[in-house]
């Protein structure tokens, strides 16, 4: 509830105690850039002293652009216990000098009643303030009683910072919402649990916000999973574009975030059907591979090796032992082959020792029979008489160095090349391009795909698709090992859109299965057949995921959650449409003949952008209309999306171009529409082909 009376007096009250905290913070900055500023001067002696340096300095140029980012808003809110303390609670904690606590960082435990309380459950607090700043000045304050010694809003979603963050226009970037994060989104954010959390919702009810603060938590809360990296991975570029003004805003530029471009480093240059993605995308493909690779590596044969004038022969067994043995504790193809061919080795090098010790022995009975003295005794004694007797002990025998013998071994030419020809180095590339291309070794590792689906997999192709990326990784990690670069926690954004084999490119890099997966299985594309959390996380770790359902939604108002109601009941029948807490204007289709159409898209665009100047709009169409509306509009200021790319994304006023186009362009075109409906803050405009 707004405090009415005494708003001025108020904002003056939290001005002093704002600009205090700026001050302090300014003193921080300095201090730390002083501090930087004296370790670099400072005299450094050897490696050691270098590398302390380099730390410190790392440490405090973190602590500066943490504080620095801290700057915007660095107070938001205060909460007032019913025993009269009170905490502001801001982007960063804050002492003063004699270290009085002036502000507390949003993710610390102290904060939590901010978020939490509401007046069922009010956490032991009388009020809530937010505070509104415009650069470092406090302009307005807001509050709500909590205790009930005031009336009280019935909704603790719609109170008024909410709200007005909710109508603000958007600006084709997302917002942090840290200022007025929700009960439930906070209690998913704050978990204290480090395992699979799975977060999902209707459209625009907050999930990517909570995924983006959880991140931002996990960096703070859990220091042992921050140390070893956190991920945010999203579909596509346009995605990450959206959402990459937030961690940064909270303050945390430690966050990385990736598509399957990014963590394989390789760019698609192609595009393929959403069926031979969907086939592409299958675990069975990483068990042909497996296979594949297998079959690049000895199994009951022997080995011929030629050393010399002579031809050295494992036997099978022997040869399987030296397998076992290199590919035990899961290594890969290529660095399992180097350890394969120390094995072998050895065992060329205690047979070469047998065959010498016999040969020796053989001749020194011929010896001691011809001449009837025990060569080895003979010298023996010859030795003592010389005074070098120890050299008996010391050498055991002089005359082979079976080390040198070995490290020649590894690296004779001929030997490697033996290797080769039963267990080759392998390159991902090739081994993938050689399987893509082999029905036979496809049909016998995946009995179960049609020979359509053989045939999609087998089309040939240059550069890479969306879906190979995923196939390409498993191959790396089966031919030459594990990513280098791995994470404490990851962020999975858009999760419904994963296939299995993407999967397994995440859970790859994420040892720990720590996670926060957020998706919507309602807005799934069709280039995946996982159509459940246990689907897409059973293989990894079975049902231990803690599993949350958002119900309110943020973005789109009431009257085109209606609008959407059918359709949504159409493509997931099981799903309870999410409650809106705003209500705007009725969705409105106009009829257009295809002729006609460009102009009158272009005229209704244009009314709505001198209607609302400072608003987004967005034109939804079917992909193959997206160069023409591109064109078509071209000055505008509209954003031109293809319907099957507009997962994540919001505009203030969405333009819908042919729907039904959009439903039958492709498999599961009915919730690429539900996507684009609900895409819209405030309005949705239909432009429907009129059937000629
Ligand atoms: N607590 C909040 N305070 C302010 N804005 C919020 C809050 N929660 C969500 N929003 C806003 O609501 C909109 C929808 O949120 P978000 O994109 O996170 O939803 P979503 O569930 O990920 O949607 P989709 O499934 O369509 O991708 C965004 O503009 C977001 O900033």
């Known amino acids: 509830m707004r405090v009415d009376s005494g708003v001025a007096q108020q904002v003056e009250v939290e001005r002093r105690l704002v600009d205090a905290m700026y001050d302090r913070l300014d003193c921080v900055v300095a201090d730390a850039l002083a501090a930087r500023g004296r370790v670099l001067a400072g005299p450094v002696e050897g490696p050691q002293e270098l590398y302390a340096r380099d730390v410190e300095v790392a440490r405090l140029t973190r602590t500066v652009r943490e504080l620095r980012a801290a700057e915007g808003s660095l107070c938001f809110g205060r909460i007032d216990s019913t025993s009269g303390e009170s905490v502001h609670i801001g982007r960063t904690g804050l002492r003063s000098a004699d270290g009085a606590l002036l502000l507390v960082d949003w993710r610390a435990d102290a904060a939590r009643p901010f978020y939490a309380a509401t007046p069922a459950s009010p956490l032991g607090l009388r009020r809530r303030r937010h505070l509104r700043l415009n650069g470092r000045r406090v302009v307005d304050v807001s509050d709500e009683i909590l205790d009930g010694s005031s009336p009280i809003p019935p909704d603790v979603v719609g109170d008024g910072p909410l709200v007005a963050a909710l109508g603000r226009a958007r600006t084709g970037r997302m917002r942090e919402a840290v200022a007025t994060l929700q009960a439930e989104q906070d209690a998913i954010v704050r978990s204290l649990h480090r395992g699979v959390t799975v977060v999902d919702g209707g459209p625009g009810t907050g999930k990517t916000i909570v995924a983006l603060h959880r991140a931002a938590y996990v960096l703070y809360a859990f220091p042992a999973l921050a140390g070893q990296g956190v991920l945010v991975f999203g579909p596509n570029r346009r995605f990450l574009d959206y959402i990459f003004e937030v961690l940064p805003s ?18 698609p240059t192609t595009i393929e059907s959403d069926s031979a993605a969907r086939v592409k995308g299958r675990a069975q493909l990483a068990t042909a591979l497996t296979r594949w690779v297998r079959d690049h590596q000895p199994r009951g044969v022997p080995l011929d090796i030629r050393i010399g004038q002579e031809t050295l022969v494992l036997d099978a067994e022997s040869v399987d032992a030296a397998h076992r043995h290199a590919t035990q504790g899961g290594f890969a193809h290529n660095p399992a082959r180097e350890a394969f061919k120390e094995y072998v080795v050895s065992d060329l090098v205690n047979l070469l020792e047998k065959r010498t010790t016999e040969a020796l022995t053989e001749m020194d009975d011929e010896v001691a029979a011809l001449l009837g003295i025990d060569l080895d005794q003979a ?3 010859d030795l003592r008489a010389l005074g070098l007797d120890d050299t008996i002990a010391a050498t055991g025998d002089p005359e082979v160095d079976w080390d040198g013998i070995r490290d020649g071994l590894l690296d004779d030419p001929g030997i490697d090349l033996a290797i080769e020809a039963v267990w080759p180095r392998l390159h991902a590339t090739d081994a993938l391009r050689r399987l893509l291309t082999d029905s036979t070794a496809l049909t016998a590792s995946l ?22 990326l995923a196939l390409l990784d498993e191959a790396r990690a089966l031919i030459d090992g594990p990513p280098e670069q791995m994470y404490g926690h990851i962020v ?41 959390w246990t689907e897409a996380l059973g293989p990894f770790v079975r049902e231990r995921f803690a599993h949350h359902t958002l119900t309110v939604n943020y973005r789109t108002t009431a009257e085109i959650l209606h609008a959407a109601a059918p359709l949504l009941a159409r493509i997931a029948p099981e799903q309870q449409p999410s409650r809106s807490i705003r209500n705007g204007e009725r969705p409105s289709t106009v009829l257009v003949t295809d002729p006609g159409m460009d102009a009158s898209i272009r005229e209704l665009v244009e009314q709505t952008a001198d209607a609302h100047p400072d608003e987004l709009i967005g034109v939804i169409g079917p992909s193959d209309r997206i160069a023409r509306l591109t064109t078509v509009l071209d000055g505008t200021g509209a954003v031109v999306v293809a319907a099957t790319d507009t997962r994540g994304l919001e505009f203030d006023s969405v333009f819908l171009i042919d729907p039904a186009a959009i439903e039958t362009a492709r498999q599961g075109g009915a919730r ?8 819209a803050t405030k309005r949705v405009l239909t432009l429907q082909l009129r059937a000629t």
């Open 672 to 679: 690429d529409l539900y996507v684009a409906l609900t895409r």
């Open 447 to 468: 009995p179960d795909l049609s020979d359509d689906e053989i045939a999609i997999l087998t089309r040939p192709r240059r550069g890479y698709t969306n879906a190979d």
């Open 250 to 267: 909270l303050g945390e530029n430690d966050a990385q975030s990736a598509t399957s471009a990014d963590l394989t480093d390789v760019e």
């Open 379 to 381: 010298v023996a004694e």
């Open 492 to 532: 999975v954004d858009e999760a419904q859109e994963l296939s299995e084999m993407q999967w397994r490119m995440i859970m790859r890099r994420c040892p720990t299965r720590s996670l926060t997966v957020v998706g919507d299985f309602a807005q799934a594309g069709s280039a995946t057949t996982v159509r459940s």
